[in-house]
């Protein structure tokens, strides 16, 4: 089973629409989460990290539910620069290994 | 400020050759990770160092992948007799500190051919 599991999308909603991606994760003691944004050729960089009590960092919000072992990643107003690619990741809990999820495709269309 | 770099930022080679990866990280950043993409998939983790140490080789797929970091600072990925499976983006990047909090940057990645 694979560490950190997404659903690889592609995911296309019209612009302003809400859209919603989420992750699960196999390793109970997972201790920090973050999400990533990936434009295409490029370098991978943070969005935000994951936090216990849910987070939100204006039009994006985040949420953890260790019972179920997921995480989500909810997207509001979509613009046209939201098309990218989102990467769940997960720290395991010994240490530094971070584990990325696949990737979920998101196009914003016009 | 300056980000990580790395390069060369494309590398085509034939198969059987040796080569070598190179990553600067960002200034006072104690840790440094290299992963690897291969088109379609997600980061695999290879290594990552603490200072010049490497806690972590798990992720090294095969005695043919090195690597060093010398003065807590710029980093060479080795892969020896490369294979046409070595094909794949090699993406570094740095922390600031060791704690699996701490926020990653990656460079813009080497795009590694084998021909």
């Known amino acids: 089973r694979k560490e950190v599991e997404q659903d690889p999308g592609p995911f296309n909603v019209p612009e302003g629409a809400t859209v919603a991606f989420n992750c699960t994760y196999s390793?109970?003691?997972?201790?920090?989460f973050f999400w990533y944004r990936q434009d295409c050729r490029k370098e991978p960089k943070l969005l935000m990290s994951?936090?216990?009590s849910g987070n939100e960092d204006g039009r994006f919000t985040a949420q953890l539910n260790r019972a179920s072992q997921y995480i989500s990643l909810l997207i509001r107003d979509s613009k046209l620069s939201d098309s990218a690619t989102y990467l769940c990741?997960?720290?395991?809990?010994?240490?530094?290994?971070?584990?990325f999820g696949t990737g979920t495709s998101l196009t914003v269309i016009p | 400020g300056a980000g990580v770099s790395q390069s060369p930022s494309n590398k085509v080679t034939e198969k059987g050759k040796d080569v070598e990866l190179r990553c600067d990280p960002i200034?006072?950043?104690?840790?440094l990770y290299w992963y690897r993409q291969s088109l379609g998939q997600g980061l695999e983790f290879l290594i990552y160092f603490q200072g010049n140490s490497a806690p972590d080789k798990s992720g090294l797929p095969s005695d043919r992948f090195s690597a060093e970091r010398t003065g807590g600072s710029v980093s060479t990925l080795t892969i020896q007799r490369t294979q046409q499976e070595d094909s794949a983006v090699y993406l570094c990047a740095s922390s600031l500190g060791p704690h699996y909090t701490d926020t990653q940057y990656f460079g813009p990645g080497t795009r590694l051919t084998v021909l």
């Open positions: 990741v997960v720290n395991a809990n010994t240490g530094n290994q971070f584990y």
């Open positions: 994951v936090y216990s």
């Open positions: 200034s006072g950043h104690t840790a």
């Open positions: 390793n109970s003691a997972s201790q920090s």
